[in-house]
Nanobody, 115 residues
Framework: QVQLVESGGGLVHPGGSLRLSCVASLNTFASSLMAWYRQAPEKQRRELVA????????TYADSVKGRFSIDRDNPKKMVYLQMNNLKQEDTAVYYC????????WGQGTQVAVSK
């Protein structure tokens, strides 16, 4: 059974940092394009934040470029999101998934950025 389990969220002040982790029980993990998504409060859709290919090629949403960094550990089936210089607009529930996404979304991890 596919499982995506996110962790590492929390409450931080603007300018703070967090490192999110995701363990993905995917048989095809090593060859999968992995990504972090987020869903802000009162938003109905998830936003693609960052992605990383099996070879380590990364892409970022314009809103997080220069502040967020995605990486992966294929043997451990882990994906990480280092978030620096956090802003209040980064407040959201963060999820990891593939691209295209699969239906088995995890619970996500809450990130709250507040003064």
């Amino acid at each position: 059974q596919v499982q995506l389990v996110e962790s590492g969220g929390g409450l931080v002040h603007p300018g703070g940092s967090l490192r999110l982790s995701c363990v993905a029980s995917l048989n095809t993990f090593a060859s999968s394009l992995m990504a972090w998504y987020r869903q802000a409060p009162e938003k109905q859709r998830r936003e693609l934040v960052a992605s990383i290919s099996s070879y380590g090629t990364t892409t970022y949403a314009d809103s997080v470029k220069g502040r967020f960094s995605i990486d992966r550990d294929n043997p451990k089936k882990m994906v990480y999101l280092q978030m620096n210089n956090l802003k209040q607009e980064d407040t959201a529930v963060y999820y990891c998934n593939t691209i295209p996404s699969i239906d088995h979304w995890g619970q996500g991890t809450q990130v709250a950025v507040s003064k």
